[in-house]
C-alpha cells in the first residue's frame, strides 16, 4: 500500500525565515512526488513535482529514497506563501479491462503555512 | 484555455437522497478523477476515468458511482447519501492516465455537498 505522511498539521514562521514543510511516504517501488498547493479561495494546484527538479517561487524539493522522504523547502518565507500544502504520491498502476491507469494520487493530510509579516 | 469546471458548486441534501455531481475538463483532456475532500480523511481518491472507461478506483462503497462521455465530461453519483459523505468532491483532469508525472492533474473547483 502507498501512504504519504506530513507530520505537521500547523506550520508558522516569520518573513524572511527558513521554512521547510515535510513529507514522508510509504511506497515498495518507484514513486513519483508531487507537492500541491492551495492558496485561500483558490483551486488545487501543482507547485513542482520530483522528476522535474526545478525551484517554483523559490521551493524546492529532494527526494529522498533512504529516508523515504520529499521535504518542501524555501530558504526565504513570503506572506503570500501561506496556504496549505499537499504532498502527493503517485505509485503503483492498476491494470483492468479498461487498461493501465497511473492516474491515482494518494494525498498527505496536508500542512497549513502561515507566514507572518 | 478555460479550467475544469464543476456545477454545482453547492448542494444541500437530506439522508437517503441520491445526487449527481458534474465535471468538465480542460478541451483536449480525456483523463477525469475524482477525490473527496473532509477535514477528518483529508483528500481521498474516488475514481478515474479514461475514454468512457473506469480505470482505477479507491476504497469506497458501492454508493458511489461514476461514468464519462464521450466529449470526456464525468458525472459522479451518491445514491442513499450518508451524513458522512459531506465533503467536498474534486475533479481533476489530465491528458491522458498515462504517468502521473508526465501528466499534470488540473483541478476544479469542487461541489461542496451538504447532507442534512
Known amino acids: 500500500a502507498q501512504r504519504v505522511t506530513q507530520p505537521e498539521k500547523l506550520l508558522s514562521v516569520f518573513k524572511g525565515a527558513p521554512v521547510e514543510l515535510k513529507c514522508n511516504y510509504s511506497y515498495s517501488g518507484s514513486p513519483e512526488l508531487f507537492w500541491y498547493v492551495q492558496y485561500s479561495r483558490q483551486r488545487l494546484q501543482l507547485l513542482l513535482r520530483h522528476i522535474s527538479r526545478e525551484s517554483i517561487k523559490g521551493f524546492t524539493a529532494d527526494l529522498n529514497k533512504g529516508e523515504t522522504s520529499f521535504h518542501l523547502k524555501k530558504p526565504f518565507a513570503q506572506e503570500e506563501d501561506s496556504a496549505m500544502y499537499y504532498c502527493?504520491?503517485?505509485?503503483?498502476?492498476?491494470?483492468?479491462?479498461?487498461?493501465?491507469?497511473?492516474?491515482?494520487?494518494?494525498f498527505g493530510q496536508g500542512t497549513i503555512l502561515t507566514v507572518h509579516p | 484555455k478555460a479550467g475544469v469546471t464543476q456545477t454545482p458548486r453547492y448542494l444541500i441534501k437530506t439522508r437517503g437522497q441520491q445526487v449527481t455531481l458534474s465535471c468538465s475538463p480542460i478541451s483536449g483532456h480525456r483523463s477525469v478523477s475524482w477525490y473527496q475532500q473532509t477535514p477528518g480523511q483529508g483528500l481521498q481518491f474516488l475514481f478515474e476515468y479514461f475514454s468512457e472507461t473506469q480505470r482505477n478506483k479507491g476504497n469506497f462503497p458501492g454508493r458511489f458511482s461514476g461514468r464519462q462521455f464521450s466529449n470526456s465530461r464525468s458525472e459522479m453519483n451518491v445514491s442513499t447519501l450518508e451524513l458522512g459523505d459531506s465533503a467536498l468532491y474534486l475533479c481533476?483532469?489530465?491528458?491522458?492516465?498515462?504517468?502521473?508525472?508526465?501528466?499534470?492533474?488540473?483541478f476544479g473547483p469542487g461541489t461542496r455537498l451538504t447532507v442534512l
Open positions: 481533476a483532469s489530465s491528458w491522458t492516465s498515462g504517468r502521473a508525472g508526465k501528466d499534470e492533474q488540473f
Open positions: 502527493a504520491l503517485s505509485g503503483l498502476p492498476t491494470t483492468n479491462a479498461g487498461g493501465t491507469s497511473y492516474g491515482k494520487l494518494t
